[in-house]
Nanobody
Framework: QVQLVESGGGLVQAGGSLRLSCAVA????????IGWFRQAPGAERDIVAK????????YYGDSVKGRFTVSRDNAKNTVYFQMNSLKPEDTAVYYC????????????WGQGTQVTVSS
């Protein structure tokens, strides 16, 4: 089992920044990737970035590439999501999720944190 808890959401003006955190606990040696997803009202939940738990390789969706950065601190079992140059269309509930090297599916999810960007 893996447990994830997000924090750091809030209200910010367009052009501003926020940093989300995802605290990871449990069977961390089994983690393959940590992903960041977002879900806007009436939309599907989409992945926007992910980071390889062991070697730190990162991948980004086109909508956030160059503005958002995912990083990890394995000593603290925490993954960060630095969001810069925020736009109103970034408004969503953001979730972190874990993919393990057992099933290679996004089996574990945090509770989500709201990010609202005002114009």
């Amino acid at each position: 089992q893996v447990q994830l808890v997000e924090s750091g959401g809030g209200l910010v003006q367009a052009g501003g920044s926020l940093r989300l955190s995802c605290a990871v606990a449990g069977r961390t040696p089994s983690i393959y990737y940590i992903g960041w997803f977002r879900q806007a009202p009436g939309a599907e939940r989409d992945i926007v970035a992910k980071i390889h738990w062991r070697d730190g390789t990162t991948y980004y969706g086109d909508s956030v590439k160059g503005r958002f950065t995912v990083s990890r601190d394995n000593a603290k079992n925490t993954v960060y999501f630095q969001m810069n140059s925020l736009k109103p269309e970034d408004t969503a509930v953001y979730y972190c999720a874990a993919q393990t090297d057992v099933r290679f599916t996004w089996d574990y999810w945090g509770q989500g944190t709201q990010v609202t960007v005002s114009s």
